[in-house]
């Protein structure tokens, strides 16, 4: 597109408008397009004139080089679509496909810079069939639109101009259709747009449903749920179903009533146009006639094809409205106009922070935190479920900012940093690594593209994953989906090597050694050290082992700090931290 980004002019409740934006840097190849259409179909109108041309000359026995004109010239008319139809084919297909191109790329950026509340809100199946199914109707009812547009009012235009210079007084006929057509349109519209909207809202439920159940799969086949979680898919097919039937009704309904009226009126003309020649009325000839009613026939058959747009149409302009939900969501990160961060210490204060969550804003899931960490200091959050350990860090990684209260980074008010530019300083490591498809080398350099194999190699042997590598097969094995041919620990250290990797200023380890087995948590927790050497860390675990090293640890409960202080001090001080050291594992 122009230097402006698409989604800042978006207009979803716009649609049309919307749509002409979308084209505006392809009225060039969309004028040619256009052009080469218009002469490549212009067999369609000129072959009737020809035709009853043919039909004279054998009527009124005419020289036969009058027919070896016409002949020569339908051959030209032909052999021309050829070469028109390949230029038209290019210019639109170039046309529709940039198009398709900038609309998902805007939709992928939109998605990158919404909000993580927002993505906790929206399910990942709805927002994938935006950018597959979406997309894909916006682009095919274009180019059915063109296409068929371009037949319709070209044979209408050629039609129309050829009838008013050798049968004028038969314009009024074809003037019925214009009316009709348009009454048509106005019938069903509504009910067209209602049923479009109501099956793309199924559809979006669907696939939300989709990837909900490719998730729940070990879960399902592990509990014998299958049935069960067939029958909820079931549910949601049926109803894609029913309002797939309840379009296509309508949509039958619209193109059978088109086709029935454009019939008539083929036959009336016909009927017509012989009676004017048998009695005389005004001069009409045998091959005029045949003229007529082909050029009715191709009226009718135009202003069908017009009709028959109407759902695609609609079709298209519901999607642009449902794309519209994405690109036109408030629910931004904004960086824009904010001070780079160009290094980082990594010293972070909490100064009486609260925060509380859209969907329940009178309660808080942080409230009046004050937390001074030093930099290269390592704080363990611990505390029951709710008590708000994932909301500070989410908090720290930005994802989240203080509803009152604020975050001092290195004594700069974080509300006042472009985000993006401190995220170069900040490594993550989940309870669940996320990994990708692709061979090891993508996966620890993800982000970081110009390392060299040796560097990859040293943060693989400090994060103890060199080993497993080497034996898959070095750094270009393929590690497949999720990283689905790896253990759980192996792909907790291939993330840490990742981290490793970005030499980050500021940690979050979320859960990160939770889900893992005794000797591979020994591994990690020895990577892990070597990660968390001279960085500021944040860690939330529920595992002693993970904790008890920390500088400090704070006990949260119902979104407040409760406890402060070193391992061997609050166990001593047989407070909050005491009580939950005396359970076992610490509630994560």
């Not at 339908?74 to 021309?80: E, K, N, S, W, Y």
């Not at 639109?145 to 210079?165: P, R």
């Not at 045949?290 to 747009?309: C, E, P, Q, R």
Request: proline share 3%.
């Amino acid at each position: 597109m122009t230097g402006e980004l698409l989604e800042d002019r978006y207009q979803g409740g716009r649609p049309l408008r919307t749509l002409a934006y979308l084209f505006t840097g392809q009225r060039r190849r969309l004028l040619v397009a256009a052009v080469a259409f218009a002469f490549k179909h212009s067999p369609v109108w000129i072959m009737p004139v020809l035709t009853a041309e043919v039909i004279d000359i054998v009527v009124e026995h005419r020289p036969l080089r009058d027919l070896w004109w016409a002949a020569a010239l339908m051959a030209l008319f032909i052999g021309q679509n050829y070469p028109l139809s390949v230029l038209f084919i290019r210019q639109l297909s170039l046309s529709v496909r940039t198009v398709e191109t900038n609309l998902r790329m805007a939709l992928c950026r939109r998605l990158q810079e919404l909000s993580i509340g927002y993505h906790r809100r929206i399910s990942a199946g709805v927002l994938q069939a935006k950018i597959v199914r979406d997309v894909e109707n916006v682009v095919e009812s274009t180019r059915q639109t063109f296409d068929s547009g371009m037949a319709a009012v070209t044979t209408l235009a050629g039609a129309i101009v050829i009838t008013a210079v050798r049968v004028p007084e038969f314009l009024p006929v074809f003037a019925v259709a214009v009316p009709a057509s348009a009454l048509l349109v106005v019938a069903m519209r509504r009910r067209m747009t209602a049923r479009n909207a109501a099956f793309r809202a199924q559809v979006e439920q669907m696939s939300a449903r989709v990837s909900e159940m490719t998730h729940l799969i070990p879960i399902t086949r592990a509990h014998a749920l299958e049935t069960d979680e067939l029958d909820r898919m079931d549910r949601s097919l049926v109803g894609v179903r029913e309002a797939g039937i309840r379009l296509d009704v309508v949509n039958g309904k619209f193109g059978a009533l088109a086709w029935i009226t454009f019939q008539l009126l083929s036959v009336a003309c016909l009927v017509g146009a012989a009676w004017v020649a048998w009695t005389g009325v005004f001069a009409v000839s045998p091959g005029d006639v045949v003229m007529l009613s082909s050029y009715f026939m191709a009226l009718t058959g135009s202003v069908t094809a017009l009709l028959s747009l109407a759902p695609v149409v609609t079709k298209g302009l519901e999607s642009i409205r449902s794309m519209g939900e994405v690109l036109t969501e408030p629910d931004l990160e904004r960086n824009a106009g904010k001070a780079e961060v160009a290094d980082v210490a990594g010293a972070v204060r909490f100064e009486d922070v609260r925060f509380a969550y859209d969907d329940a804003p009178d309660e808080h899931a942080v409230d009046g935190l004050t937390l001074d960490v030093a930099a290269g200091e390592t704080v363990a959050l611990v505390g029951p479920s709710g008590s708000g350990k994932s909301t500070v860090l989410n908090m720290v990684i930005g994802f989240l900012a203080p509803t009152q209260g604020r975050i001092l980074l290195d004594g700069r008010d974080m509300a006042g940093l472009d985000l993006r530019t401190y995220r170069r300083f900040l490594a993550v490591v989940p309870q669940e690594s996320l990994l990708f498809e692709g061979s090891v080398r993508a996966n620890v350099t993800y982000g970081s593209p110009d390392l060299s194999d040796d560097a990859v190699r040293a943060a693989l042997r400090d994060a103890n994953a060199l080993e497993f590598v080497d034996a898959m097969g070095g750094l270009d094995a393929v590690i497949g989906e999720r990283g689905a041919r790896l253990s759980g620990g192996q792909r907790q250290r291939l993330a840490i090597a990742r981290a490793l990797v970005r030499d980050p200023r500021v940690l979050v380890l979320d859960e990160a050694t939770s889900a893992l087995d005794t000797a591979s948590e020994r591994l990690v927790q020895e990577a892990l050290a070597r990660l968390m050497k001279g960085r500021t860390t944040f860690v939330v675990a529920h595992r002693l082992t993970t904790i008890q090293g920390a500088d400090r640890i704070a006990v949260m409960r119902d979104g407040r700090l409760v406890e402060i202080g070193a391992h061997e001090e609050l166990v001593a001080r047989g407070g909050a931290y005491a009580q939950l050291h005396a359970m076992g594992p610490l509630a994560g």
